[in-house]
Every structure is written in C-alpha cells, then in structure tokens.
C-alpha cells in the first residue's frame, strides 16, 4: 500500500482539495486503484451541523456518511464512490476514544493525545486502505499548518512515514507563492517559513507544490528547491485555470503525476488522458447558453450550493450548453411582483435543500411563479417540500399548509417527521441519510429520465410528505411519480400540465459527474434551453 499525505501551509482555500483530486485521476489514468480521503480539524463530530455559510455544503455518501465537500471533488475528479471512512474530523476522534475509554478498551491506562489519540488517526487511515484495497491512497490533511488543532492529525501521519518507509509514504505541501505588484516579482519566503513550521513536526514534505495566479520563473523555483531541500523537479506549479477541471491536466504537464511515481516507486504507463482531453473540449464548444436561477438562502457562499452548481454544469457541457446561474436570496422574494421581476428573465428555477425557516416565504413564491407560468422548475430536498406546501396552499386551497420544521401550530402539516421520530431527537446524524431505492412511476418525466423501473439515490433530510394528503393532491393534479418500493414514502412529485416541473427528496447532485450528468439535471437543463426559444 502507497499512501501520499497532501498538506497546506500559509492561507487557507488555496486548493489542497482540487490538488489531492486532480492527483488521483492522474493516478487512476495510469492504471492504479485510488482511495481518497479528508482529516479535518475541528472539532464538531462531522459538518452535519455546521452553518452553510461557515463551511459550505455537506457532502453525503452513499453509506451515509456527512462529509467536507472535498469529497464531492474526489467522486467528481476520480470517479469512485466514497464511504465513512473517506472523512475523519477531531471531534470524531475524541468521540471513538473516549468511547473506548467508558468501555474499558484502554484497560485503565492514561488516556493521552500520543499513542491513543495519534492511533485513532492512524487506525482510520489504515482502515480504508483495507476497506478498499486500493493501491494508493490519498488524504488530504484540513486546515494550515501552524493551526495548534492540526498537530495531532500531523504527528500521526509522521509515524506512519516511520511504519511504512519513505518508499511507500510520501508528503505533498502547498503553499502560497504570492506575487508583489509593487516589487513585480514572486516571493518564495512563505512557502521557506511554511516549510520550516512542517519541519518542526517533524515532517519533511517530498514535493512542494506551489500555488500561484501566475507562471513563477526558474529562479523562485531553484530558491524553493535549495531552501526547502526537495528536487527542482518536485516544485510543482498549481497555477490558475479557467476552469477547474482543467487542473489535472495542467498538473500532469508540470510533472506532479511522474515525481509522485517515482518518489513512490510505482512502475506505470503514462496517464491515458484522451478522455478527459475530449470532455474539456466539449465544455470549451458549447455554443448554447440559458440561465438558471438557484434560489436559496445561503447563496452568499456559493459553496453551499457546491455540488448543485456543478450537476447544473454538468448537464451544460453534456447538452452543448453553457449554463449561467443566477443566484437569488429568497429572503429578496417578498411577494409575487418581486418574484416576477427577479425570475421572470431566466429559463429555468431550482430550489435546492436547506434547513430552517427563514427565506421559506420567497421559495414558495418562486416555485409558484414557476408552475403557473410554466417555467421549468426543479425542487431538491426542501425544494420538493416546498413544491408540496406551494400546490397545497394554491391549488388546494389549504390556506395554513406548512411543515413542522416550520411551525408547530398549523393543523395542515403537509410536510412532517419520518415515521418514529419527533423533536426531541439529537439533530446531529439522525436524518435520512445515504442511498436508497426509488420505484417509478409509468407515464412520468421520472421514468423517461431515467429508464427502468428502480434507481437508487442519496438522502438528506429529517421530515417527509404527509401521506394524510397524499389522495387532495393527488385528485387535484398532483402526480406522485417515484415512492419507495413499499410505497410508504413520497419520493418524487411531478405537476403534468407543466412541461418540466420535477421535485425531489433526495440528492442527485451528488452522483453527478464532468464527464456523465445526472440524468434529472440534464433533462431540466434540456427542458430550461426549450423553454427559452
């Protein structure tokens, strides 16, 4: 087993993630089996709880796991599915060994950061190289270096260079070469004190790879190679493209694919990239464009929509499209003119997932602009139980519809908690969460989307369609179009007059892919370039 440990120093965001992801696909192009997987800092048990706005969107597995959206680059880059053990935060960790420590595992030993909390980390890493008998495996460590949460997660990944030998371990750091306008040149000194912090703990990283808006000269590159004793052909440029997907092949000509092959001493084919060469060159052809309006409340960071984002993107380049998003505060949506003159200029409206009542107000507004001027709409999570609180309220005549996320009082929860919980549940990790089955409907958009008769998708949420209403909506034009197989819960709603108008519980964007799109998104976007001739 290989294992490469991807670290940042300096600032952070400067694509330790899209770094760790890109390597992988390179890999994986020269024939080896990759597993990814993200240690994060902090010290909440997973981001399942997390504000949006602090740390973007969560990320979920098909076993159920809440993720970094990191992950959601892995799937999209190496196109493997990823699994609990893909993530790893502190609190997860103080969690399992204090845990331990109640049973009595520890068998009255001093609990202390080194061994026991430093082999909780390792035994993590060593597990999903088990779990997934990959060749090489990936882990990006979170935050920067210097952060005092991260030196845990560091001095474990040192003793497993120890363990496992520098031929089968090996250390990437990236880090900020920033560029002085005044001076007109490069600094490296950043990058030499960033070294010296990792230095410090003990690490001395293989590569460097350095993160820049522009090309670096031969001598910034020289100064890095002599002050942080690493080859001149291990300084690895990560400049800025123009589109992300762009970065593997940009890495690969600067040489981080074949320094990483033969620190590691894997005896390879070079990368077959023709496929992904031709993706690029479908997503540069597009000569069609629609915009799409994302309507949400966090849309201030676009990250929170991260996954959605790119799905739409996606079924762009598939359909020869390119699609600009037009991103709305549903809190802005006040009442129907502002949603007419917010959303009266785009093809097509989504309302992805979200939890919490504020901005609820200007989602039903946008959805019901939506279905009575027959814009196609596409509702995930929230935005299906929106789709069902919109047709009750104005197609049903149920004045009070709502969901018990929402308010307690209203005697018509259209929208309520699975069956067997209430509100006194813990609210972390106690959703609906991971994969499951979807039986179809015969005559619906659903079934023409995707064929068959089963699919199965990712799920995140608490609370469900209330069947109590199922037989209203349904005599009033609604069309339940996917279940699960026993038919208890509502999957899928559809609204048959409109020509696409499709909302959803679960989460296909994350099963979206550069070079395959979900077949929902692209039937929407597909659907949005019709509507706009």
């Not at 981001?47 to 970094?68: C, K, L, R, S, W």
């Not at 790893?88 to 060994?97: A, I, P």
């Amino acid at each position: 087993m290989k294992y490469i440990f991807v670290t940042g120093g300096v600032v952070s965001g400067l694509g330790k993630g899209i770094t760790a992801a890109s390597l992988g696909r390179l890999l994986k192009e020269r024939g080896l089996k990759v597993a990814a997987q993200k240690l994060d800092p902090y010290i909440n048990v997973d981001p399942g709880t997390i504000n949006p706005f602090q740390h973007g969107e969560v990320f979920v597995t098909e076993d159920g796991a809440e993720t970094d959206l990191d992950l959601g680059h892995y799937e999209r880059f190496i196109d493997e599915n990823l699994n609990k053990l893909s993530n790893l935060t502190t609190g997860k960790v103080y969690w399992n060994v204090l845990n331990k420590e109640r049973n009595g595992e520890y068998l009255g030993e001093t609990i202390q950061v080194i061994p026991h909390i430093t082999n909780e980390i390792k035994e993590f890493i060593y597990g999903v190289s088990k779990k997934s008998d990959a060749d090489v495996v990936i882990t990006e460590i979170g935050g920067t270096i210097g952060d005092i949460e991260s030196q845990p997660f560091l001095e474990a990944i040192r003793q497993i260079r120890n363990e496992m030998g520098k031929e089968n371990c090996i250390f990437i750091h990236v880090t900020l070469v920033p560029y002085l306008q005044g001076s007109n040149e490069h600094k490296s000194k950043p990058t030499q004190h960033s070294v010296k912090e990792l230095r410090s703990m003990g690490i001395t990283p293989d590569i460097i790879v350095t993160r820049s808006d522009s090309k670096i000269d031969d001598g910034i590159k020289q100064k890095i190679s002599l002050f942080c004793d690493v080859t001149l052909d291990s300084v690895i440029e990560n400049d800025t493209v123009s589109n992300l997907y762009e970065a593997p092949l940009m890495l690969h000509e600067n040489g981080l694919d074949h320094v990483v092959c033969r620190a590691l001493h894997l005896e390879t084919p070079e990368p077959d990239l023709t496929k992904w060469q031709e993706m690029l060159l479908r997503m540069k052809a597009c000569t069609k464009e629609v915009s799409i309006a994302i309507v949400g409340k966090y849309v201030k960071l676009k990250d929170a929509y991260l996954s959605v984002a790119e799905a739409l993107s996606h079924a762009g380049y598939e359909a020869g499209t390119k699609v600009n998003f037009h991103w709305v505060d549903s809190e802005e949506i006040t009442g129907d003119e502002e949603a007419k003159r917010l959303l009266e200029k785009c093809q097509g409206i989504l309302v992805p997932g979200g939890f919490g009542d504020r901005g609820i107000e200007g989602k039903i507004k946008a959805c019901k602009f939506a279905r009575e001027n027959n814009i196609p709409y596409f509702g995930i999570c929230l935005g299906m139980q929106i789709a069902v609180i919109e047709f009750a309220k104005n197609v049903c005549g149920i004045s009070d519809a709502t969901s018990r996320e929402f308010s307690n009082q209203s005697e018509n929860l259209v929208i309520d908690f699975m069956p067997g919980q209430d509100g006194n549940i813990q609210k972390g990790g106690t959703m609906r969460l991971g994969s499951y089955p979807c039986k179809m409907k015969e005559e619906s958009i659903l079934k023409r989307v995707y064929g068959g008769d089963m699919i199965q998708e990712r799920h995140r949420h608490r609370y469900e369609f209330n069947n109590a209403f199922r037989k209203q909506m349904q005599e009033e034009g609604l069309l339940i179009s996917g279940t699960s197989p026993d038919e208890r819960i509502v999957e899928v709603i559809e609204y048959p007059k409109n020509d696409f108008f499709v909302a959803v519980q679960f989460h296909p964007e994350f099963k979206s892919r550069p070079n395959q799109a979900h077949p929902l998104f692209l039937a929407f976007v597909q659907a949005a370039v019709m509507a706009g001739k």
